[in-house]
């Protein structure tokens, strides 16, 4: 494992390289929003493809159980690609690899095959991991330490924006085709894919012509024991299981809850409309709890948020119309803080194991693969509203963590 630090050649303040830093920032700004609009794809291609291929709710949620393995089995390898050709060619790496993943999805809907898309997709996922791996570091050094988290909190805002932004993108697009035959549903998925392969081909270029500030290696005093000995930190990556996989669920249901499978409020293209207020709401609920955090403690916003989306949740699976729906799409508010809270927490005090702890958190993130597995699994037998209690349970195993399980031993 590494450290990172910046190779910087005087005091941080020259005029000169406070301009390079402030434009090597806008370029990898540009990163978190193109992964988070790549992401929250996910939520339309879901309801699309399973119309598309009459597939089962669980067979549909097999789109994100292929994206978030992906992390599962890419973050390990993506950290010794990075040690090998560095976190600027990392970057490129990762972006060319997404744009072969997106490209794959015109001969995908030409085959009008499932597995296609699918191998495509996991494609995509195994370049965004690249992407996050190399990016996250660089932004961190991008400046002093004192400000790292107000850079990552700016970047992290635009991801939130990629992803409201999504929705309402590939509703248009995608949700609103109006063909009768696969061959005409399955085409519309080819010209969105080919347009952002095409947009990542070159911001690859981009980040291959540019010069960035570097970033240097440097390695990791050995820490004796093992960092699993911290229990706070291990519970931590089972909430961040939880908490991917409880929010992937949510989203990936809401156009299906919204329309035949449940509600039976909107057609496709109006209910991925209110995908993007869901996503919406985490943008804005993030720039609150952040505010709110200034003077309250991070386990206690994260303990209020908990109890607050296991009673949304709650109320939309015991109520109907307009009340259940606005109740689930609230669920994006409250969702905003968790996952950089959880984060927070869970490698509190760590110190020299502070990059193993990290890369554990990471590969937890395939939570969002298997729980909305789960979740398809019960929704095709119980129906998608009682399939909505596992998400429960995972809140409630949040609420946990806020309350004792982020407590050192």
């Known amino acids: 494992m590494v450290s990172i630090s910046t190779n910087s050649k005087s005091n941080s303040g020259t005029q000169a390289q406070g301009m390079n830093y402030k434009g090597a920032l806008a370029l990898l700004t540009?990163?978190?929003?193109?992964?988070?609009?790549?992401?929250?794809?996910?939520?339309?291609?879901?309801?699309h493809l399973k119309g598309l291929f009459e597939l089962s709710i669980t067979q549909a949620m097999l789109v994100q159980f292929t994206f978030f393995g992906a992390y599962f089995l890419m973050s390990l390898p993506a950290g010794w690609i990075i040690g090998k050709i560095?976190?600027?060619?990392?970057?490129?790496?990762?972006?060319?690899?997404?744009?072969?993943?997106?490209?794959?999805?015109?001969?995908?809907?030409?085959?009008?095959?499932?597995?296609?898309?699918?191998?495509?997709?996991?494609?995509?996922?195994?370049?965004?991991?690249?992407?996050?791996?190399?990016?996250?570091?660089?932004?961190?050094?991008?400046?002093?330490?004192?400000?790292?988290?107000?850079?990552?909190?700016?970047?992290?805002?635009?991801?939130?924006?990629?992803?409201?932004?999504?929705?309402?993108?590939?509703?248009?697009?995608?949700?609103?085709?109006?063909?009768i035959d696969s061959a005409g549903k399955a085409e519309a998925v080819q010209m969105p894919y080919l347009g952002l392969a095409i947009a990542l081909a070159v911001i690859a270029v981009i980040f291959a012509l540019v010069k960035l500030p570097k970033i240097q290696d440097v390695e990791e005093e050995k820490a004796e024991g093992s960092v699993w000995k911290f229990r706070h930190l291990i519970l931590g990556a089972v909430a961040i299981f939880t908490y991917v996989g409880a929010e992937v669920s949510i989203g990936s249901a809401l156009v299906m809850y919204f329309g035949d499978e449940g509600l039976h409020l909107f057609g496709e293209a109006e209910a991925a409309s209110y995908v993007s207020v869901f996503w919406g709401g985490a943008m804005v609920g993030r720039f609150i709890g952040s505010a709110i955090m200034q003077k309250v403690s991070a386990s206690k916003v994260l303990a209020f948020n908990?109890?607050?989306?296991?009673?949304?949740?709650?109320?939309?699976?015991?109520?109907?119309?307009?009340?259940?729906?606005?109740?689930?799409?609230?669920?994006?508010?409250?969702?905003?803080?968790?996952?950089?809270?959880?984060?927070?927490?869970?490698?509190?005090?760590?110190?020299?194991?502070?990059?193993?702890?990290?890369?554990?958190?990471?590969?937890?993130?395939?939570?969002?693969?298997?729980?909305?597995?789960?979740?398809?699994?019960?929704?095709?037998?119980?129906?998608?509203?009682?399939?909505?209690?596992?998400?429960?349970?995972?809140?409630?195993?949040?609420?946990?963590?806020?309350?004792?399980?982020?407590?050192?031993?």
Request: aromatic fraction near 14%; include cysteine; charged fraction near 5%.
């Open 306 to 409: 908990s109890v607050m989306v296991v009673a949304l949740v709650v109320v939309s699976m015991l109520t109907n119309g307009y009340v259940a729906m606005w109740s689930l799409v609230l669920v994006g508010l409250f969702n905003s803080i968790m996952f950089p809270t959880i984060f927070t927490l869970a490698i509190d005090g760590l110190g020299r194991y502070t990059s193993q702890g990290s890369g554990i958190l990471c590969l937890a993130i395939v939570g969002g693969a298997i729980i909305p597995m789960i979740m398809g699994v019960l929704a095709d037998n119980f129906g998608l509203r009682n399939a909505f209690a596992l998400t429960i349970i995972c809140y409630g195993y949040i609420l946990f963590y806020a309350l004792r399980g982020h407590k050192h031993a």
């Open 30 to 47: 540009s990163l978190f929003f193109m992964w988070g609009f790549l992401t929250c794809m996910n939520d339309i291609l879901i309801p």
């Open 86 to 179: 560095g976190y600027k060619m990392g970057i490129v790496t990762g972006l060319g690899i997404a744009a072969m993943g997106a490209a794959l999805f015109f001969p995908a809907a030409a085959f009008l095959s499932y597995g296609f898309f699918l191998f495509a997709l996991f494609v995509l996922a195994v370049g965004i991991v690249i992407l996050q791996v190399a990016a996250n570091p660089f932004v961190a050094e991008l400046g002093t330490p004192e400000t790292a988290s107000s850079r990552l909190n700016l970047t992290q805002g635009f991801n939130s924006l990629g992803t409201t932004v999504a929705p309402i993108f590939g509703a248009y697009l995608i949700l609103d085709n109006t063909s």
